[in-house]
């Protein structure tokens, strides 16, 4: 870092995301970070390995792990060509623009951006991939990242309600009363983000915790701010139907209505692997990473996305 700052490469400086996976990570007696492949195995790695010959590589997918893929691997001297179907980067983490809460994920998405234009990486929006068009690059390495989709939750009524992603963008307009059901960190983070402009969140969680994908360290930070500003939690609570004034829960009380204005839903992804796989045999290098290999964490992308790249021999 401060060697990148003494030469005048700022805008090469990796953002941290202030995940806390090192803190948590480090209480086990490793050293990793979510958005710096390398770090923690420098000695093992050492330097990034340039490439012997120059080949075309194509990147099915311009989330943060298609990018990273693509970064690694003109850093490396490849020629690469990123293959987005909508029209910006970011993937899923686009929504981190309505979030003020993910600030530092938004400047880390806008650091890979950057990274990428400085790296001169052909860049296609609007353009979904196909066998025909991916086989007239004349690919010598195919990495997909595709991503996942979202899965929509078997509910009477669900078309009542839209995803928490479709929300961020729509907060304007969901009314004073919002209901998320599910309680894993997307919820919960979107229940943050909505309760810190002033609206009523309760977020439903049928099992008997929330956030069970974050890390400890993240998970005593994100309670003490579902505390902070008045989130209501409803753990080991069943929801049977979304209605015009709320939704119908099963809980130890019985079944009753929660009102509410708008109802949002975050249940989880599911992999695109049947997408995924229909490059498959267009090159003989091919490998999938991020979410449609199993949805996961950024850092899961992220890192897979730098060792595919990396492994291109």
């Not at 970064?71 to 910006?88: C, D, P, Q, S, Y």
């Not at 402009?197 to 929330?210: C, S």
């Not at 080991?236 to 209505?257: M, S």
Request: proline share 2%; aromatic share 6%.
């Amino acid at each position: 870092l401060p060697n990148k700052i003494r030469r005048g490469k700022k805008e090469e400086v990796r953002p941290c995301i202030r995940c806390l996976h090192c803190h948590a990570i480090v209480e086990e007696g490793h050293l990793a970070c979510a958005v710096n492949p390398e770090a923690g195995r420098e000695f093992r790695l050492g330097n990034l390995p340039k490439a012997e010959i120059s080949q075309n590589v194509v990147v099915i997918g311009g989330g943060v792990g298609g990018m990273q893929a693509a970064i690694t691997a003109a850093e490396r001297g490849h020629n690469v060509t990123i293959l987005e179907k909508t029209g910006m980067l970011g993937g899923v983490m686009g929504f981190t623009r309505f979030d003020e809460i993910k600030k530092d994920t938004l400047r880390y998405v806008n650091y890979l951006i950057a990274r990428i234009k400085s790296l001169n990486i052909s860049v296609c929006l609007d353009t979904e991939a196909t066998r025909e068009m991916i086989d007239e690059l004349n690919p010598y390495a195919i990495i997909v990242a595709v991503g996942a989709e979202i899965i929509r939750p078997d509910i009477k009524g669900i078309e009542k309600a839209v995803h928490v992603l479709e929300g961020y963008e729509k907060r304007q307009n969901l009314g004073n009363r919002v209901i998320i059901i599910g309680g894993g960190l997307a919820g919960c983070e979107a229940a943050l983000c909505f309760a810190k402009e002033g609206k009523d969140v309760t977020v439903l969680e049928a099992e008997d915790k929330i956030a069970r994908d974050a890390n400890r360290r993240l998970f005593g930070s994100l309670m003490d701010f579902i505390g902070r500003y008045g989130v209501t939690v409803k753990t080991n609570t069943q929801c049977t139907e979304i209605t015009d004034r709320g939704v119908i829960v099963k809980d130890k009380g019985g079944e009753h209505l929660i009102e509410a204005d708008s109802i949002l839903y975050a249940v989880g992804m599911k992999a695109k692997k049947e997408v995924a796989e229909s490059f498959r045999g267009i090159s003989a290098d091919f490998v999938k990473i991020g979410d449609c290999v199993k949805p996961g964490k950024m850092m899961d992308a992220i890192h897979g996305g730098y060792f595919a790249a990396r492994n291109i021999d």
